[in-house]
């Protein structure tokens, strides 16, 4: 009865950060079209959706902190709760950035687009994929598939130093592009900053399906920064 009743609970948070992730990519994906559409209603949304994330966040801890108090999981189901605890923080942070991209958004919408933003709508949709297949792997106990999601980081590491030295070249040869472009940036660094939590919500997915800790595993560039 104990084992069933510890079961239910894991599965409650199961499908509590399913629905957290699902709110989370329903942001980034606003987010996104906020910028390209040029659409103030979806920033708006992005940004009162971020309180619920916060709030589920939250709820979804003090749910694993109620089982480890009364319950002995076993190790995989401690994986799991570990997992769960870290896999909520970087949604959470994912969160935050389609915030901020939603944010910058708003400032860009009142201008005239640059360069139909470069590269900034493929890298928003290759942060997408990365986002979905990272919850999948989850959702699928499926570790293959979580371990595809941090090579797949290298490929928005490269858009994203390309788009930054295109961004400092076009500041240097145009003052006016300047605010602009420095929006841009940190649209890209947000794009950049979301594929690295889907990267460490992979990480954790196999963690807790295989007890490998993958992390750090193979040395990678780091990207430019913009503060």
Do not use: W
């Not at 560039?221 to 503060?227: D, F, I, K, L, W």
């Amino acid at each position: 009865m104990e084992h069933r009743h510890l079961h239910t609970h894991l599965d409650d948070i199961r499908l509590r950060l399913i629905e957290m992730g699902a709110q989370v990519e329903s942001m980034i994906g606003a987010a996104t079209r906020a910028l390209i559409e040029r659409d103030e209603e979806l920033v708006t949304r992005v940004i009162e959706q971020d309180s619920s994330v916060d709030r589920m966040e939250v709820e979804i801890d003090d749910e694993c902190h109620q089982v480890l108090a009364r319950n002995q999981p076993t190790a995989v189901d401690m994986r799991f709760l570990v997992a769960v605890m870290k896999i909520t923080a970087d949604l959470e942070r994912m969160a935050d950035s389609a915030v901020n991209i939603a944010q910058a958004a708003r400032q860009l919408n009142q201008e005239p687009p640059l360069k139909s933003y470069i590269d900034v709508p493929r890298m928003s949709a290759r942060v997408q994929v990365m986002v979905r297949e990272s919850l999948d792997a989850f959702v699928g106990r499926d570790a293959a598939l979580a371990n595809r999601v941090p090579h797949e980081d290298d490929e928005i590491d490269q858009i994203y130093r390309r788009l930054f030295a295109e961004l400092v070249e076009l500041m240097r040869t145009d003052n006016t592009s300047v605010p602009r472009a420095l929006h841009l940036l940190l649209v890209a660094r947000n794009f950049e900053r979301i594929a690295d939590h889907a990267t460490n919500i992979a990480e954790d997915v196999v963690y807790y399906v295989e007890g490998r800790d993958i992390r750090h595993s193979s040395a990678k560039a780091s990207a430019p920064s913009v503060g």
